[in-house]
């Protein structure tokens, strides 16, 4: 009898696990999957959006400050130009004063009052010349050294319209007073140097003050150093004594290392970079 029960048990054990194992594979979907998805299925690409027709915006700034007509073979003088007329526009004289070094200090308050004026003649085109790049207008032209373009920072001559653009007196007994500043340890900025900001005439000017018709090299040019040693000057003592609208003569008092105190005869004339140094006794 045991063996019978046991047979039956056994029995229904083993149809319990036939149902289980049916139950576990009704649909495919669960348990052990009976089909494979197809390997020759393909699905849809993205869309893709069309090239846009649309240029770019211009990454290049504007120029920054009052309009300045361009040099097309000198953009460099309108940069510089524009560096100068910013500050004075936003704030006149005071503003481009202690910038303007090269230019007389009582000659600057004059020379840059006439804002509006500045700003009309400089946003003409302007003209490329032998010694300086020029913006006119009918009641004024500024003229721009070389020296001036080179630093950034064009500290213009502002001329009458029509002028011939002669220097001043004030400005040859300045250059003188920048050249003695030099090598007496006074220079009138520290950087003005020979070497960016021009005083003694070069090789290329024409050089005869006593008008023999034969031109010569500037003495000063081959020994531009020839007042090494010198220990001071006397700024009340600069004057210009002659000026003939070539050349022009200024005197100092000069004192050397030994403290000898002579007076210096400079003789100037109009080179690449206004008034240079062409001889000195």
Do not use: H
Request: proline residues 10%; contains cysteine.
């Amino acid at each position: 009898m045991s063996s019978r029960r046991g047979i039956v048990f056994a029995s229904v054990g083993l149809f319990g696990a036939v149902l289980t194992l049916t139950a576990c594979g009704g649909d495919g979907q669960q348990g052990i999957p009976t089909e494979t998805r197809s390997a020759t299925a393909t699905t849809t690409p993205p869309a893709t959006t069309p090239p846009s027709t649309t240029p770019p915006p211009s990454t290049t700034p504007s120029p920054v400050g009052p309009a300045v007509g361009e040099v097309p073979t000198n953009p460099e003088a309108t940069r510089a130009l524009r560096a100068f007329l910013t500050d004075l526009d936003a704030g006149g004289v005071p503003a481009v004063t202690a910038k303007c070094w090269t230019v007389p200090p009582s000659e600057v308050p004059a020379r840059y009052s006439d804002v509006a004026s500045i700003l009309d003649a400089a946003a003409v085109p302007g003209g490329d010349g032998q010694y300086a790049v020029t913006w006119s207008s009918p009641a004024i032209t500024l003229s721009v050294k070389r020296s001036e373009i080179a630093s950034g920072y064009a500290c213009p001559a502002v001329l009458p319209g029509g002028s011939s653009g002669a220097y001043t007196d004030t400005e040859a007994e300045y250059t003188v007073e920048r050249y003695l500043g030099r090598f007496t340890g006074t220079p009138v900025n520290p950087a003005d140097l020979e070497g960016d900001y021009p005083l003694v005439c070069d090789t290329r000017a024409i050089w005869d003050p006593q008008r023999t018709g034969a031109a010569t090299t500037a003495p000063l040019a081959n020994n531009p150093g020839r007042l090494t040693g010198s220990a001071s000057y006397k700024p009340d003592s600069v004057y210009v004594a002659a000026n003939d609208g070539e050349y022009t003569t200024v005197y100092a008092d000069v004192t050397d290392v030994s403290g000898v105190e002579q007076n210096r005869i400079f003789t100037l004339t109009i080179g690449s970079n206004g008034y240079c140094i062409g001889d000195v006794v």
